[in-house]
């Protein structure tokens, strides 16, 4: 039968039918100090122990386990051992609860393994448990001294006997998938749930979260608030340490919002620990918080029972290990975490909050764990979804950064129905930009968003351009007149120059103004999806290849940053033409058609979308692309664009007659 494991134990046939009709629940345990393990090979059914797992507060409670058999091979890394657990710990909620993952189980004194797999819908007193030899492969991972227990296989044969089937499922969905086309005599299990708090989110970004963290089934409970007052802080309170059995947490955001998630220790070796007995999200090495946890109440659920939980305090450890056994990490050491402040000022109601955070470092996770942070502090900041204006302040901080260390970044942005998720585009796709570049670490240490948001639409619609000459030689500049609508305003003249190229063909030329492009990203996620709760990070291998999605990729940090700084933003009025290059001059021009004097000598253009290299001072110069270019800010978001031909003339002494003054890039004018 495929994705089914036999039974490797003595299993009365009516508990195996039983197992099989009912689903049951799967397990693992844990530790005490220095212990004797129990090989699997030892393992038979009838054999009894008890467990330690915390149900409320801190205290470590015992329950009672009894062994039922051994799956083999039937875990993501070995075998797993089916158990019974009862007593009055676990009974008042029916047995074993999300967040129980890692409660240690002891056989005779001798550490067994941790409570690690379960069946939804089903019997709670019923699991499975992931052997401690397996578990320790994990620890050993951890840098120092190695665990003193002992982990060899035993040399004894296993007792063999009567078996039925077991599958292994990976989350909830595919277990029911499994449960409708296995046969009745097959049970399906799946790792306890690991419940994680969702801490300080409101409903959009909590929707989010959850699509998000959809593909890692886990489950996800409001809460994740800070422990009760005395509780490991106040003076003279008992400190809550990690021991076995005791409960603790494992965070990606900490702070004004957080997510934790919460599962139990199974051994504890000098400053390392191992937990859970399955993989929190096996992501393998990791930095991640972790720290004691309090439980506020252990739920009782027909799916399965849950712990709500929360860090006792600030993160006290780091998870530095993810594997499919077990997670690990060290009591005296804390992740390198991200710093992240967003301050959101709404200009129409008069008021300014700030949201601050920690956030871990993941390749995959971190741009969308600040795009859920930045979402709630933009939601809290203007407790509205609808349109607005923004203006979007941002600084990267990074060790290895150019110039300082610093990446900072002045934009502006309209939307006609969802300004919050409108603006964090540029900034995130920025982010990632960095994080993800082919080149160099930047070392990022800390990010600081701040946004100021009008209700009121300021955006300015392009009505008109045209030249202040009808013809221009090389090396001389074109005056270009742009009128412009803002909305319910009035009619407003902006004058830009171009600089002709004293390598330009004679010809006739189409010049562009548009409204600036701040360029599309190749994101690691649907940023739109997963702020509306629709979609989630989704790493594909070309999201780190490029920067942009047009250009010459950056050889260096510093080449990187100059195509950062020189994208366009929304409130600029770009003008652009691509020229024709002369005989013999093409090497300062690709691309270029030679066309006599009078006919047509032009570059195909761009779509307006694609992002060049950054223009000489003043917003004017040559791209990459070939294109001339000029831009000028304004005060308004620029909506749609126009276009006009201009003559370029052969060389001559003479220079071409303009019928009017050009002025300076500027304000109003009147040509």
């Given at each position: 039968m495929r994705g089914a494991r036999r039974l490797d134990r003595i299993l009365p046939r009516a508990l195996a039918v039983a197992l099989a009709a009912t689903g049951l629940c799967l397990a693992a345990a844990g530790a005490l100090a220095a212990p004797e393990v129990l090989p699997v090979e030892q393992v038979r059914p009838g054999l009894v122990g008890y467990g330690l797992t915390v149900v409320q507060g801190t205290r470590i409670d015992r329950f009672d386990v009894e062994v039922l058999g051994v799956v083999e091979q039937a875990g993501p890394a070995g075998d797993l051992i089916l158990v019974r657990v009862s007593g009055p710990a676990v009974e008042p909620f029916g047995g074993i609860a999300a967040g129980m993952s890692g409660s240690p189980v002891y056989v005779d004194g001798r550490l067994l393994g941790a409570i690690g797999y379960a069946f939804e819908f089903s019997d709670h007193s019923v699991g499975m448990v992931t052997p401690i030899a397996d578990m320790l492969e994990v620890l050993r991972r951890v840098p120092g001294e190695p665990s003193p227990a002992s982990s060899g296989p035993d040399a004894q044969a296993r007792e063999r006997g009567p078996y039925r089937h077991v599958a292994l499922a990976p989350d909830p969905a595919t277990a029911r998938r499994m449960r409708e086309a296995l046969p009745a005599d097959t049970a399906?299990?799946?790792?306890?749930?690991t419940p994680v708090m969702v801490g300080g989110f409101g409903p959009r970004a909590r929707r989010a979260v959850e699509r998000l963290f959809a593909p890692f089934g886990l489950m996800l409970v409001p809460g994740g608030g800070a422990?009760?007052?005395?509780v490991g802080a106040a003076a003279g309170a008992d400190p809550v340490e990690l021991r076995p059995g005791s409960a603790f947490g494992v965070g990606l955001v900490q702070g004004d919002v957080s997510l934790t998630a919460i599962g139990t220790v199974t051994y504890v070796d000098g400053s390392r620990f191992v937990g859970f007995g399955h993989p929190f999200l096996q992501k393998g090495s990791v930095d991640f918080f972790a720290g004691p946890a309090y439980i506020h109440r252990t739920v009782g659920s027909l799916s399965v029972p849950f712990k709500v939980g929360s860090l006792v305090g600030e993160p006290s450890a780091v998870l530095t290990e993810d594997?499919?056994?077990?997670?690990?990490?060290?009591?005296?050491?804390q992740p390198d975490a991200i710093r992240l402040r967003v301050t959101v000022g709404d200009v129409s109601g008069g008021r300014s909050r700030t949201l601050e955070a920690r956030v871990v470092r993941d390749d995959l996770l971190t741009v969308p764990l600040v795009a859920v942070a930045a979402l709630e502090a933009l939601d809290r900041g203007l407790d509205r979804i609808g349109p607005g204006t923004a203006r979007t302040i941002y600084r990267i901080e990074g060790r290895a950064l150019p110039g300082g260390g610093v990446f900072a970044r002045d934009a502006m942005d309209y939307s006609a129905s969802d300004i919050a998720a409108r603006l964090l585009?540029?900034?995130?796709?920025?982010?990632?930009?960095?994080?993800t570049n082919r080149l160099e670490?930047?070392?990022l240490t800390s990010i600081d968003l701040t946004v100021q948001v009008s209700q009121q639409r300021q955006t300015a619609a392009i009505v008109r351009a045209r030249p202040l000459s009808d013809a221009v030689r090389p090396g001389e500049r074109l005056g270009v007149a742009v009128d412009l609508l803002p909305y319910r305003g009035e009619l407003e003249t902006r004058i830009l120059t171009l600089q002709i190229p004293e390598d330009a063909a004679p010809g006739t030329v189409s010049v562009t103004v548009r409204g600036g492009s701040p360029g599309s990203f190749s994101l690691g996620l649907d940023l739109e999806s997963l702020l509306s709760g629709e979609g989630g990070p989704t790493k594909s291998e070309e999201s780190d290849q490029a920067p942009l999605d047009e250009g010459e990729i950056p050889t260096n940090l510093e080449k990187l940053l100059e195509t950062l700084e020189g994208r366009e933003k929304s409130n600029e009025l770009v003008a652009e033409f691509y020229p024709g290059v002369l005989p013999g001059r093409?090497?300062?021009g690709a691309d270029a058609t030679d066309a006599p004097e009078g006919g047509r000598a032009t570059r195909l253009p761009g779509d307006g979308s694609s992002v060049e290299s950054a223009p000489e001072p003043e917003g004017e110069g040559r791209t990459e692309t070939g294109a001339v270019k000029r831009t000028l800010i304004t005060p308004w978001v620029i909506e749609g664009s126009a276009s006009f031909d201009v003559h370029i003339l052969g060389r001559s002494t003479e220079p071409a007659r303009a019928p009017g003054t050009v002025q300076a890039d500027g304000g109003p004018v009147t040509p």
């Open positions: 399906v299990m799946l790792p306890v749930a422990a009760p007052v005395g594997r499919r056994a077990a997670v690990a990490g060290r009591t005296d050491a585009g540029d900034f995130l796709g920025t982010l990632q930009t960095l994080l670490d930047i070392g093409a090497d300062q």
